[in-house]
């Protein structure tokens, strides 16, 4: 008899640089408003074990906040089944990388 078991997919990962300083970067992945303005809606609160919805074109997704190290990192779980984090790191010139959407 053939099992068949799920194989956990590899990280993805994608940088950007980033124009502005770390901590407006930051209120742009870390709260509700700036998350929205290049994902989309949610009630995001950057609080680690914070249950929030993101509003997709599919309909709402649960997710949660799993670790808020500000203005630095800042992951989620969406859905059941995905970790999405959020790093910046100032480079030279104070100009943060973060993932692109």
């Not at 630095?72 to 790093?87: I, N, Q, S, Y």
Request: glycine share 6%; net charge negative.
């Amino acid at each position: 008899m053939d099992e068949t078991r799920a194989v956990p997919l590899p990280p993805i990962r994608h940088s950007i640089a980033v124009q502005a300083p770390v901590e407006r970067v930051w209120q742009a992945v870390a709260t509700a408003e700036g998350l929205s303005a290049w994902l989309m809606p949610n009630d995001l609160k950057a609080e680690a074990g914070h249950p929030f919805t993101l509003q997709t074109p599919f309909g709402p997704v649960p997710c949660r906040v799993t670790v808020v190290e500000p203005p630095h990192r800042l992951a989620f779980r969406w859905g059941g089944d995905w970790e999405v984090t959020l790093e910046l790191e100032p480079q030279e010139g104070e100009h943060p990388r973060h993932p692109d959407p």
